[in-house]
């Protein structure tokens, strides 16, 4: 089956520190990667994707490669602020024909100290 | 209008009460998901709805019962819960095939059970 597999947290950096949350994915086909956001007392928003290999998502100043050779989708972020303190999900979703189910990882907490 | 619009936001139950939980999206998507996610965990699926039809049903227990009145709307019934169903319950859309697309989430319900 599919499974995500990320860093666990939590992870506590200053502002303007570099930031890399790993992520590595098993699936059966060919899927989809996500990285979700989720602020607290807030819903999941959808961070960046990507839906091939070597695709680069990008977003507020966030970027994840896909590579399928590591089968990873780790995400960076050059400078991180306060206000991008949150619990970070990396996905998948299958190309398959049951692609409905969004495969989550167990997430990680981010902290960021001004 | 690209969001997903659930009601209420938050909400205190008995456990012989029922009530009602709402999601609407205007996005013309037609794929519609109920998650339940728990303090410091990812989202668990529940029920998927594609064209107005259930697909998946993840084993939920029957005092949850979910129902989607048209492609716009999903509402997810609430019955006789136990405390251990406190949590926040959030809904989601997409386009059904679309294994690149992501979903859109709302903000959540927080039910607590008491």
Request: hydrophobic share 30%; with cysteine; proline share 5%.
């Amino acid at each position: 089956g599919n499974s995500v597999t990320q860093m666990e947290g939590p992870v506590t950096l200053s502002e303007e520190a570099f930031l890399t949350i790993n992520c590595t994915y098993t699936a059966t086909g060919y899927p989809s990667l996500f990285w979700y956001v989720q602020y607290p007392g807030e819903g999941l928003q959808l961070l960046l994707k990507a839906t091939k290999a070597d695709d680069k998502g990008s977003n507020k100043g966030f970027e994840a490669t896909y590579r399928k050779e590591t089968t990873s989708f780790h995400l960076e972020k050059g400078s991180v602020q306060v206000s991008d303190s949150a619990v970070y999900f990396c996905a998948l979703r299958d190309s398959g024909g049951s692609n409905y189910k969004l495969t989550f990882g167990k997430g990680t907490l981010l902290t960021v100290n001004p | 209008d690209t969001e997903v619009t659930q009601t209420p936001k938050h909400l205190v139950m008995g456990m012989t009460n029922k009530k009602s939980l709402k999601c609407e999206q205007h996005m013309g998507h037609r794929a519609m998901y109920w998650y339940k996610q728990k303090a410091k965990k990812p989202p668990e699926l529940m029920f998927v709805y594609s064209y107005e039809k259930l697909s998946i049903n993840e084993s939920v227990p029957s005092r949850f019962s979910p129902e989607c009145p048209n492609s716009s709307l999903l509402n997810l019934h609430l019955h006789a819960l136990q405390p251990e169903d406190s949590a926040l319950y959030l809904c989601a859309s997409s386009q059904p095939g679309q294994g690149d697309g992501g979903y859109t989430f709302g903000s959540g319900t927080r039910l607590t059970v008491v």
